[in-house]
């Protein structure tokens, strides 16, 4: 495959996406993007990383939110200037991370996690899509290694994660987070375990590109 290979995911908290965009990047040896994403928005853009923080995978929570929705989605892909007041608002924020996903799309073999990368990279045919999730028994087992919150607490911790993820999402695209159709492939951890669902992504990645699809991936990232 001459382009880079890019693989994004959208995931439930608590259902192991992280994991499995790890686990995946670690084993074709290419870079893993998340918090990094931050950095390197506030480079390319010259607006303080702590803002795009803020901002990350949440809308109502932040100051810079404004109610009002574009129709289809807010991300319309112009870029703000520093002179034109809306140079810092979160849809601008928005507007320099999409930038630098698609900087990564066209550099470099990666995986994308969050920040609606799917709908961003969509008409890139060197992307595929992944949404993880499960039920929330699992969800909840899988919070409870990290979170100190135990209960009704933590249930309802998990439920607004996802929420403010699902609204970010729908606020940015105009299209339901967890709608089956914005996606190359949906997977269930509970049911397939984080090992099986790196197998099953990577069968994927054979099926549509061909069985030399991780020979000498372009931009490939060594530890």
Not at 17 to 23: D, I, P
Not at 174 to 201: M, P, Q
Request: neutral net charge; glycine residues 8%.
């Amino acid at each position: 495959m001459k382009k880079p290979l890019i693989i994004t995911i959208e995931r439930q908290y608590g259902s192991g996406g992280r994991t499995v965009g790890e686990m995946l990047a670690n084993e074709l040896g290419i870079h893993y993007y998340d918090k990094e994403l931050s950095r390197l928005c506030s480079e390319v853009s010259g607006i303080n990383e702590d803002l795009f923080i803020d901002a990350d995978e949440s809308i109502k929570k932040n100051k810079l939110f404004k109610p009002a929705r574009k129709e289809g989605g807010a991300y319309k892909g112009e870029l703000f200037g520093p002179k034109d007041p809306d140079f810092i608002s979160m849809e601008n924020l928005f507007n320099f991370q999409a930038k630098v996903l698609k900087d990564l799309a066209k550099s470099e073999s990666c995986v994308i996690i969050g920040r609606c990368a799917n709908h961003v990279l969509k008409d890139y045919d060197n992307v595929t899509s992944v949404f993880v999730h499960a039920p929330m028994d699992f969800l909840i087992e899988q919070a409870e290694k990290k979170q100190s919150r135990r209960g009704e607490e933590l249930v309802k911790y998990i439920n607004t994660t996802n929420r403010n993820r699902a609204d970010y999402y729908e606020y940015y695209t105009g299209h339901r987070w967890s709608r089956a159709l914005n996606y190359d492939l949906c997977l269930d951890c509970s049911k397939l375990g984080f090992e099986t669902c790196v197998e099953e992504i990577k069968a994927y990645l054979k099926v549509r590109y061909g069985n030399d699809v991780f020979d000498n991936l372009s931009g490939a990232h060594t530890a």
